[in-house]
């Protein structure tokens, strides 16, 4: 009988100068995540389907400078206006068939909950990311790669940031 692990997850927090809505909005329409869910703005994303609702799911891709594609299947789980969601993320292919990481011993099952509040016109983000039934080296290169798990997501964070504050101009 396995030993079920359990890894503490990363809690990464950010503020937004928009309403909370909008920061949802953000979060929950295809036309806006392509706009910033990127690392960096040299990264290209197009999405195949998006079908964001609880039970839903969205299959996008990341085009990176050198031309390398990384398709993303997101299963999502619950969605409160305006205040939470809960997706899972996996690597994919085109097809939305959910394939093993690149990165080896990455964790397979990531789950994602975002935390809304707001605050004087401020949106304050809680980004809870948590590896799902992992196996042990799974766990272990988690805990191996914390120190950088803001790096991806931050840079779209920031993205975020810059996108929210345009279409609030």
Wanted: proline content about 7%.
């Amino acid at each position: 009988m396995n030993k079920e692990i359990t890894v503490a997850p990363s809690v990464l927090s950010k503020e937004y100068k928009a309403p909370m809505r909008l920061v949802y909005e953000a979060w929950t329409q295809a036309e806006h995540l392509c706009k910033w869910q990127v690392p960096n703005s040299d990264v290209q994303c197009e999405y195949k389907f998006a079908n964001i609702e609880d039970g839903g799911s969205a299959l996008h891709k990341m085009t990176m400078p050198n031309g390398f594609e990384m398709w993303l299947l997101t299963q999502y789980h619950q969605l409160s206006p305006y205040d939470t969601i809960v997706f899972t993320q996996y690597e994919s292919n085109e097809n939305g068939d959910v394939m093993p990481p690149k990165m080896p011993n990455w964790p397979r099952e990531i789950r994602a909950t975002i935390q809304l509040r707001e605050s004087a016109g401020t949106t304050f983000m809680e980004f809870i990311w948590q590896p799902i039934n992992p196996t042990q080296e799974e766990a272990d290169m988690w805990e191996a790669s914390r120190s950088d798990h803001g790096k991806g997501w931050g840079g779209g964070f920031e993205m975020l940031a810059n996108y929210l504050a345009d279409l609030e101009k």
